[in-house]
């Protein structure tokens, strides 16, 4: 018997045990992910914090292959500084760039589409220098209608199409980065939410749709590959523009299932001075039924550390 063949004998016999035997099914799979589904990190300060976060996870490179096109989308549409908590923290958005090109990324570029004055908000949320810190020209603010495309939803329930940024739609890795903050609109803004950043047509989602279902339908397509949620900071109230009452968890949140991630991020802090479960935000909860992620994280393996 060849190699090949032992080890295929040797599986064979390993899946029949798992079905005859009641105490081998009470085990965990043999082929379980050595990864946890969502780390927490808490301390360190935020660019530490977020590398250790994905290094949980699996390491960038779990996600980002070589010469692979990355689009890295926080928040950075107000023209405020990191500590009205209102953009992801620089610091946050320049440690996920660096393991981007650690990781051996071939373009990448770091995107949103600002709600206020786009060089302001790129200058006084200190991303800019954040990234040209690594290498200039990757930060921008898109704002013109000849950088979308227009894509359609074919997994949608009401928004079936939409301009999005043609970057990424050619991108090959989207990384969700997002600051864990209240929104007057949608009740809580983090990964799934922030990818309104990322179309040209946000007003839709407001006046023609259910905005929990329009978010939902926007992430059956920009459904991104890794989630870091800054919550070194966050906004609880009056979001999410601010001012508002900002908690100071120093945490970062990292996820390769959004879903989990917003959901960890609901069940982790207070909003609105209450704790709220994940099925209580409209958008969460339906992109669990639709199945675009889970909101149990109580069945979820969460791992939390602190440095």
């Not at 996920?96 to 709600?115: N, Y």
């Not at 990818?195 to 259910?210: A, E, F, N, P, V």
């Amino acid at each position: 018997m060849d190699r090949r063949n032992f080890l295929r004998w040797q599986l064979r016999g390993l899946f029949l045990l798992s079905a005859s035997s009641p105490v081998f099914s009470l085990a965990k799979p043999l082929l379980a992910s050595p990864f946890p589904d969502v780390a927490v990190v808490k301390g360190g300060g935020p660019g530490r914090a977020a590398r250790a976060a994905v290094e949980l996870m699996g390491g960038m490179g779990r996600f980002v292959k070589p010469g692979q096109s990355v689009v890295i989308k926080p928040n950075m549409s107000f023209a405020r500084p990191p500590e009205n908590a209102v953009n992801t923290h620089p610091e946050v958005v320049r440690e996920v760039l660096v393991m981007c090109k650690e990781a051996g990324a071939g373009r990448i570029r770091v995107l949103d589409h600002s709600l206020q004055n786009p060089q302001l908000s790129l200058e006084r949320s200190g991303i800019l220098a954040a990234c040209d810190s690594v290498e200039p020209g990757l930060c921008h603010h898109l704002m013109n209608a000849g950088q979308y495309r227009e894509a359609e939803l074919s997994q949608a329930v009401e928004m079936r199409g939409n301009a999005i940024m043609r970057d990424v739609l050619e991108a090959d890795v989207l990384i969700a980065v997002p600051i864990a903050k209240s929104h007057g609109s949608a009740g809580v803004s983090l990964a799934l939410k922030g990818q309104m950043g990322l179309i040209l047509d946000r007003h839709s989602m407001h006046s023609r749709y259910s905005l929990d279902t329009a978010i939902v339908d926007l992430n059956t397509r920009l459904k991104p590959s890794l989630t870091v949620i800054d919550a070194t900071r966050v906004l609880s109230s009056n979001g999410p523009g601010g001012p508002g009452v900002v908690l100071t968890p120093g945490e970062v949140i990292c996820s390769a299932d959004p879903v989990a991630a917003d959901a960890t991020a609901v069940d982790s802090y207070e909003w609105y001075g209450r704790k709220i479960a994940p099925r209580q935000v409209g958008y969460i909860r339906q992109a669990h039924e639709r199945g675009l992620g889970r909101m149990d994280i109580e069945n979820l393996d969460v791992r939390r550390i602190t440095l």
